[in-house]
RNA sequence: CGGGGCGUAGCUCAGUUUGGUAGAGCACCCGUUUUGGGGGCGGGAAGUCGCAGGUUCGAAUCCUGUCGCCCCGACCA
């Protein structure tokens, strides 16, 4: 296959449009590969998808080879099934929703369980029909709240979508991995660098899921992992607990009047004043107990208080908090949840006071009251009084107070041991390629997906599923393999295998250019052959080097001697090549 | 949703403060020259100045409203 750049339906671009801010979206504009048509939506120009399809077939082979077979669901789909599993409601204001000429309520599919469930389950009945795995590659639709950084966070986007149906959960597991596996190779040959993280089931009602997670400046979660092989998403992230410390001996809590200490580093500088330690260390931070009040919406509606207390030297991270209380949405509490609650005193709470509990189930509040797994029995701290302007020191966990359980909400930090006793943890910027999850039973339930065993018993089918972004991994090989001239793409994605530029005006060498392209062609490579007359060759460079071709052969001065020149993109190492020997470089 | 910035030719931007005939570079078309690193010269086509209303003899420029886009944060199966 040959595609001419004299007739290519293409346009590069010499400025970088000043809607992109990240490489790949600014490259993929430059080189023409996308267009914006609307925040968060592209158009895709001849090379963007042709490099769109080698991905997906990059996925399709590897997806085939593990036993899945493609299908192909509607974008628009109707509301009831989403209905019964109470996501058209949950989904809230991130699906595109629209009506048809009767009224009837649609959405534009933000991903599929629903219809795949059904659809198996009109089809099938049996055990004997299982165990079946089935994906599509389909385009998805969210209202994001912020589409940023073109195709990495997109309201169009692709995706694969695969899910497992299996009798039972060692069928489950069996599918899981296969999966897994699949998608081990597909970032392998895609050249994509990635750690695989556990992360959080919760919100979808699973028991196992794990996230391939590619490293990036531009991503936007955090993975916690180390070089001994330790990986998690932070909100998976578990803090190692100390031991605890006995008790006895230990000095009784005194209460010192800390006037305007509303925040740790005032709290900190009045005790290193006011109450020094005896063994002459300065206080810090992480001597003090913060406290923090959240209020947490249950789902069913109600409304509870609960107080956070973790050392001072670290903060409550939102991830975490909203994974720890999940389905609960927890935000922090407001003026009027501390006017509900006089005994909060605010900047000065404590789960102690000198009268008494003040949190906790047996204590004066009831309110809930849950500590950092670091606060084990036997620590000592500084922490409010629940009197304005007051503060306590030396109060021991385990003996002065003891919290209702402990809650993963503190922020981790560079430097934090790992759960597993692997070391000290790093903090790496990634983004989400790819998604495995053991969802269970729930989808097969809500949608009422059963099949007879061999007792001829009805039996709940168990689900998996499987996701990967296709266009958002085509804007990470982008963001992870471009240079300052452009785009280097790798040869499995590559829109073409060989880009042979012709230079000069001499229309022999053209005809020298054409034979070899010819014969390219002939042994089934796909060149792309910049063919434009009184077109300079510093344009033809250029284009070159940012369209992104793993191969540059130019055909120019010493053509007419046999003589070309084949430049390795990523390298950018220039070695000549004699007429006679193009083919045999390019044998597949 | 909070904060910041921006809408003028396909792209990058000037012009807006101080109202007075719509501009430049690149890209595109024609001619010419050049041919190994986005070349030179000459000519040309191309814009409802985001949209609507208002003020004014006159609005890209001032006023009001509105729509859209980008960035940071919140959010993100």
Redo the contacts with the bound molecule.
């Keep these: 296959m040959t595609e001419r750049l004299s007739s290519l339906f293409l346009?590069?671009?010499?400025?970088?449009?000043?809607?992109?801010?990240?490489a790949s979206?600014r490259l993929l504009l430059?080189a023409g590969f996308i267009r914006?048509v609307?925040?968060?939506?592209y158009s895709w120009l001849p090379l963007g998808l042709r490099v769109r399809r080698n991905v997906e077939r990059v996925i399709r082979e590897e997806m085939n080879a593990a036993g899945a077979q493609e299908v192909l669901f509607p974008g628009l789909l109707p509301r009831e099934p989403y209905e019964v599993t109470g996501r058209w409601t949950e989904?809230g204001s991130?699906i595109f929703r629209l009506q048809d000429r009767r009224d009837a309520d649609h959405l534009l599919a933000?991903?599929h369980e629903e219809v795949f469930t059904l659809m198996v389950k009109d089809l099938y009945s049996s055990y004997k029909d299982l165990p079946l795995t089935i994906y599509q590659i389909q385009d998805?639709y969210?209202d994001?709240?912020?589409?940023?950084?073109?195709l990495l966070?997109a309201r169009e986007?692709t995706?694969k979508?695969a899910y497992s149906f299996d009798f039972d959960d060692e069928g489950l597991e069996r599918s899981y991995q296969l999966q897994r596996d699949a998608y081990e190779r597909i970032f392998k040959r895609l050249g994509l660098e990635y750690v695989i993280v556990s992360a959080d089931a919760g919100?979808?009602g699973g028991s196992k899921s794990e996230e391939f997670m590619h490293p990036t400046a531009?991503g936007?979660?955090t993975v916690v992992m180390n070089d001994s092989g330790y990986a998690a998403n932070v909100e998976a992230f578990a803090t190692l607990v100390p031991d605890a410390i006995p008790t006895d001996g230990l000095a009784q809590p005194v209460v010192h009047d800390t006037p305007d200490t509303p925040t740790i580093a005032t709290l900190v500088d009045v005790a290193n004043a006011q109450f020094p330690r005896e063994d002459g260390r300065a206080w810090s931070a992480a001597d003090t107990l913060k406290n923090v009040v959240l209020a947490l919406t249950h789902p069913d509606g109600s409304r509870e208080l609960v107080v956070v207390a973790v050392p001072g030297d670290r903060d409550v991270d939102?991830?975490r908090v909203?994974v720890a209380f999940a389905p609960a949405v927890a935000e922090p509490a407001s003026e009027a949840d501390f006017a509900a609650n006089p005994g909060l005193v605010k900047g000065y709470i404590g789960p102690w006071s000198a009268s008494g509990p003040v949190l906790g189930d047996e204590s004066r509040t009831g309110i809930r009251f849950l500590a950092d797994p670091r606060v084990v029995d036997g620590t000592q701290w500084i922490t409010g009084a629940n009197e304005s302007g007051r503060h306590v020191s030396g109060l021991v966990a385990g003996r002065d107070f003891t919290a209702d359980g402990t809650v993963e909400a503190a922020t981790v930090r560079e430097g934090d041991p790992a759960p597993d006793g692997s070391g000290p943890v790093q903090l790496i910027r990634t983004m989400?390629v790819g998604?495995v999850?053991q969802l269970g039973r729930k989808y097969a339930e809500a949608l009422g997906l059963s099949v007879l065993d061999q007792n001829g018993k009805r039996a709940t089918v168990t689900m998996g599923?499987y996701?990967i972004?296709v266009t958002?991994n085509l804007a990470a090989i982008v963001e992870a393999s471009h240079d300052e001239?452009?785009i280097i793409w790798p040869a499995e994605i590559a829109p073409f295998d060989v880009h042979v530029v012709a230079?000069?005006?001499?229309e022999a060498v053209f005809a020298v250019a054409e034979e070899v392209v010819a014969e390219l062609d002939a042994s089934r490579l796909e060149v792309l052959f910049d063919d434009r007359?009184?077109?300079?060759?510093?344009?033809k460079?250029?284009?070159?080097?940012?369209v992104g071709v793993p191969w540059i052969l130019?055909?120019?001065?010493?053509?007419l001697e046999g003589e070309?020149?084949l430049?390795n993109r990523a390298t950018g190492e220039?070695q000549p090549i004699r007429r006679e020997d193009v083919l045999q470089k390019f044998a597949k």
């Design positions: 346009r590069t671009l010499r400025d970088d449009p000043a809607e992109a801010e990240v979206h430059r914006r609307g925040s968060g939506l989904y991130d933000p991903t998805k969210r994001e709240t912020r589409p940023r950084a073109g966070r986007f995706m979508d919100a979808m531009v936007e979660d939102d991830k909203e989400e998604h999850f599923s996701g972004g958002r001239k452009g230079t000069g005006k001499d007359r009184k077109v300079s060759p510093g344009v460079f250029k284009d070159a080097e940012i130019v055909i120019g001065r010493g053509a070309f020149e430049w220039k």
